[in-house]
């Protein structure tokens, strides 16, 4: 079990510009999540995906903001015409559901830096 | 909605010594609880979870938690303190355990040699 795995692990983007990042879940882990952490806060929830269905998505995720997980196993995260806002560590975190619980395993983020 | 609220951002404590990190959850229905820790650029890694099956909850690195419906609290001890200890603490709220994790502001700990 390799465990959650993300790319890139820093990115550094001019304010306008497009960025896009990349989770690998834990093998056969059917629900993949999005959170946002800015500095000195807990992460915030984005959206998720059971398989390739994008199940919820929060208020925080703006129309520049979209996620994919076309065959149900990596997903990508894209932010169009980046705003100095947006700068955070972006993490990505999966989990097996089966029955009514879960566990979420996070990978180590990719810390988003908008100048 | 649910919610967790972190008393102190910042604990410090010396080697050796008790660790108490404090969390107390806001939620209508029983909750799901967990305790994540976060070293420097790094994501979270698991410590421990309430589901329901008891009350006092034995994570990894010596941690415990003992929920307290009537006090809402999901503190979380250590007996002994270690320098590598040192990192950031999130306590999570979740309704029904298959739902996104709501996530308090964090404590950060400090271990004083």
């Known amino acids: 079990d390799t465990g959650v795995s993300q790319n890139p692990r820093h990115k550094i983007t001019k304010r306008g510009q497009n960025v896009t990042f990349r989770c690998d879940p834990i093998?056969?882990?059917?629900?993949l999540y999005w959170y946002r952490q800015t500095l000195g806060q807990g992460p915030e929830f984005l959206t998720y995906?059971?398989?390739?269905?994008?199940?919820?998505k929060s208020r925080l995720l703006s129309d520049r903001f979209s996620a994919e997980r076309p065959k149900g196993s990596f997903s990508t995260l894209e932010i169009q015409r980046t705003e100095q806002g947006d700068s955070a560590m972006y993490l990505c975190?999966?989990?097996?559901?089966?029955?009514?619980?879960?566990?979420?395993?996070f990978g180590p983020g990719t810390r988003l830096l908008v100048l | 909605a649910q919610s967790v609220t972190q008393l102190g951002s910042h604990v410090s404590v010396s080697e050796g010594a008790l660790v108490l990190l404090r969390c107390n959850y806001s939620?209508?229905?029983?909750?799901?609880l967990f305790w994540y820790v976060q070293y420097p650029n790094q994501g979270l890694q698991l410590l421990l979870k309430?589901?329901?099956?008891?009350?006092l909850v034995k994570g990894i690195n010596g941690f415990e938690a003992e929920f307290k419906k009537s006090e809402t609290s999901f503190h979380l001890t250590k007996p002994s303190a270690h320098m590598s200890d040192a990192a950031e603490y999130f306590c999570?709220?979740?309704?029904?355990?298959?739902?996104?994790?709501?996530f308090g502001k964090g404590t950060r700990l400090s271990v004083i040699a």
């Open positions: 975190a999966s989990s097996h559901l089966a029955g009514a619980q879960e566990t979420q395993y």
């Open positions: 093998s056969e882990h059917n629900r």
């Open positions: 995906f059971q398989n390739e269905a994008q199940l919820e």
């Open positions: 939620s209508s229905v029983p909750p799901y």
């Open positions: 309430y589901t329901s099956a008891a009350t």
């Open positions: 999570a709220v979740t309704l029904s355990g298959n739902t996104p994790l709501v």
